[in-house]
């Protein structure tokens, strides 16, 4: 008995976030999570694993449905879905789910809607003048019923399953609303988008129970940390550290040539270091963050003011004072 009290203790102190347990979302989360610093761990065919380091969060293998479910209940503290999805479930209900994270920058993909192409219509006003009740198959019934009456159309909802893309084709709706990545599957099935028919661009986000942040601290200092690597990480994809040897009177001289370019100023300035040469001379090493759509820019004017010995390497985290996110996080729950 003392045993399996201890047990439920320990279960009672463990912060659970879900993640997507099937197809491109729960690859792309998982290398997110790596990429973040956060070592996944999984024993082979269960739907329980844990982030090594970190032994009080418990990660749960999950529908994203069932993550949404799970998190609005309560069960689970955090989770990573679609905003797709996480929209039409809790289109009437918002308020029990946080989203701290909207844009995870993995994903990415479209709602719309979509009719065959051999229609005229190009447009959801277009549609207006079919003069018939348009019979609309989606798996998001809710944002398709809300997008519809918005531009006053007459029509009638089938809630699909499975692959939609054929209705059209077999005669069980003339229109289909579908999540879009590319669109290539639309036009093997010889359909195409309407001009004004997206009816949400979704992303995977960072989701967490608003009561659990509320009334757990412990809770609450784990969104900070995730919150905290999710940006950083995010953050220094688009960016390099530059390393370069430059000559100079003392790092004074050295900064103001590099001030007389724009791109060569990093983030808020660039380091700069004696060398300690055997061959003699005054050499300095400069550290600077750069954006790596300018990498040929910076390099160019480093050479240009007599740097030499060029070295790149990525940048894995870029940290801030202090996350914008968590502080709309914290305002947000002093609020509601």
Known sequence: MEAKNEKEKSDS???????????????????????????LKRNRQQYIGWLEGFPNIQVVFQRQKDIINGVFNGNLAFGIVGLDILT????????????????????????????????K????????????????????????????????????????????????TLGYSDIIVELVSSGQTLKDNRLKRLQDGCILQSQACFIANRKNLKENQIV???????????????????????????????PEDVAQKMFTNESLKGLQGPTISPVISSKGG???????????????ETIRALRDIGGSGVVVSPTLFIFEEEPKRYKDLVKNLEDN
């Open 121 to 168: 219509e190009n447009s959801m006003k277009d549609l207006k003048h079919r003069n018939e009740i348009l019979r609309v198959a989606s798996k998001f019934p809710l944002l398709t019923e809300d997008f519809f009456n918005k531009h006053e159309l007459d029509f009638k909802l089938f809630k699909a399953e499975g692959t939609i893309e054929v209705a059209p």
């Open 220 to 250: 609450l200092d784990i969104s900070r940390t995730f919150l905290e690597y999710f940006e950083a990480t995010i953050r220094a994809k688009d960016y390099v550290s530059v390393f370069i040897n430059m000559r100079g009177n003392d």
């Open 88 to 119: 039409e479930l809790t289109l009437k209900d918002p308020d029990k789910i946080v989203i701290i994270h909207d844009n995870l920058e993995f994903g990415a993909c479209t709602l719309e809607v979509s009719i065959p192409e051999n229609w």
């Open 13 to 39: 102190q463990l912060v659970r976030i879900g993640i997507p347990s099937k197809g491109r979302m729960a690859s792309e989360t998982q290398e997110f999570l790596n990429s973040c610093g956060f070592k």
């Open 282 to 296: 005054s050499w300095f090493a400069i550290h600077i963050i750069v954006e790596k759509k300018k990498l040929t």
